[in-house]
């Protein structure tokens, strides 16, 4: 039988307006943006200051009722921090909601936007202005409580190591003994909405340059790929390790390769159809 | 006679405050940082949201006034985007300050947070807490206005252009039309603060870790160099230009060089001063 796909709602600060058919919103295609962008760009609003704060922080989005939660299914999105950063200290005072039987509860939870951007590529075309990048962003909105169940504390702490390089968390020390369970802090997140913005393909530019033979003769147009490469790792001052373990250089060889093959084949592609 | 090195004000807001012997706030650091970066993170505050909006953005630094200036010195943030979309219509509609004898003027325009940063390395160290990346962000605090003076417009165009690839603009069709005029808005940034934070160098573990020979024994430590690589390029469905232009073919190996040379050997070597 096949499966429903679940997307988010469409709120008037997440839908894609601009080019709208480069809009996502099924949960499997924008959870996949963010579990794969090795930094996301976290934002929020600290009442000492008159402007927004953005973070570079790690985060992976993760189930811990349902830790065999598929990318499209409802998942929360953990992020971990330093105990007494203003973002942690931030969620921790912000007030409970209350509900009562006339005001039904607002969503327990600091008010945060989380961003995740992929570049897969250059797209030069005949004018500036039509130029581009081939892209995948992904944006989340969702209130922030810190997480207190100790369980659930190391599931996410696990959750996250593995997601910089799987199989590290049983490749070193742990459990995180007392001392660094108590610096670290984990946020997790309850997504309200998000929408994902994709763009792949070729350049496209408007028929007046299109039908300047002159133009054409000219100016080069096509993709130039860009994608991240994990390089050769050097071991550190106090390494005693000689060979470097297998878990990594896997880890490291897939990921080199998948990258390259997004950006150098099928981020080329063009879509089957411009209009959604 | 030695330059003075010009530095942003420490505001609450702006000032690094863990590990922050990682601050940097010279603006030559932080500028460099932002300009070599192909994709801006920048927040602002939508009214009709209860998020903060965080948007991917093509941006850069320079001055209008003064076009030969370096990255030292005092510069505007340039971003670009869709005449009516969601930022430029606010940015429009800010109302500019008035002062009064009794009422100094704020600063006009809207109130955004810019952010940029670069991965260089995973820093793979002896227990999951004490692992990080190496990395360079920068945040800037500003006030956005429309450009509309046409040269300035145009100046910006062109340096948003050449941030791409240096030597696009004058390799494709410029300048840009009526129609490219009036759909492309320009911000200018005037920015009030700013930092960064950077991590350089190998892994840094505890004491009770380092003495553990067993530990040492078992798990690998070390950094993994990460960068961003342009790929070869690939001649698009109308490219009538057999040979891809030498600007492109040196600005792409320099790049990869420089990303490579920087992640694999300057961002591993341990800072002289671990305290600033």
Redesign the interface.
């Known amino acids: 039988m096949p499966r429903q796909e679940l997307e988010y709602p469409k709120e008037?600060?997440s839908t894609v307006?601009?080019l709208n058919d480069r809009g996502r919103y099924n949960l499997e295609t924008i959870h996949g943006i963010i579990n794969s962008c090795?930094?996301l760009?976290v934002?929020?609003?600290?009442p000492?200051?008159?402007?927004?704060?953005?973070?570079?922080m790690?985060g992976q989005m993760g189930s811990f009722e349902r830790p065999s939660a598929g990318l499209g299914d409802v998942l929360d999105l953990y992020l971990h921090g330093?105990v007494?950063?203003?973002l942690m200290n931030l969620a921790r005072q912000y007030p409970s909601s209350t509900s009562s039987p006339d005001t039904p509860a607002p969503p327990s939870g600091l008010?945060?936007?989380?961003?995740a951007?992929h570049?897969d590529g250059?797209v030069?075309?005949?004018?500036?202005?039509s130029?581009s990048?081939n892209?995948r962003?992904a944006?989340l909105?969702g209130h922030a409580i810190p997480v207190t169940s100790v369980p659930e504390k190391l599931w996410a702490?696990?959750l996250i190591?593995e997601s910089?390089?799987p199989g590290?968390?049983a490749?070193?020390?742990?459990p995180?003994n007392a001392a660094?369970m108590q610096?670290?802090s984990i946020l997790r997140v309850r997504i309200?909405t998000g929408s994902a913005k994709i763009r792949t393909g070729?350049?496209h530019?408007d028929r007046h340059?299109?039908d300047?033979k002159m133009?054409?003769?000219?100016?080069?147009?096509?993709?130039?790929?860009?994608?991240?490469?994990?390089?050769?790792?050097?071991?550190?001052?106090?390494?005693?390790?000689e060979?470097?373990?297998g878990y990594?250089e896997e880890y490291?060889l897939d990921r080199n390769g998948d990258n390259?093959q997004w950006?150098?084949v099928d981020a080329?592609k063009e879509p089957e159809s411009k209009a959604k």
Chains 1, 2 share one sequence.
Do not use: C
């Open positions: 008037p600060f307006k601009r090795p930094m760009h934002s929020f609003q600290d000492i200051s008159p402007f927004p704060v953005v973070l570079p790690i330093y007494s950063s203003r008010p945060l936007t989380i961003s951007t570049i250059l030069l075309s005949l004018t500036p202005n130029h990048y892209y962003s944006i909105f702490m696990e190591t910089i390089v590290r968390w490749g070193s020390r742990v995180p660094e610096s670290t309200a070729t350049p530019d340059d299109l300047d133009l054409l003769e000219r100016v080069w147009t096509g993709v130039v790929p860009a994608y991240q490469v994990l390089g050769e790792p050097v071991a550190g001052p106090y390494n005693k390790v060979k470097v373990p990594l490291r390259r950006a150098e080329i």
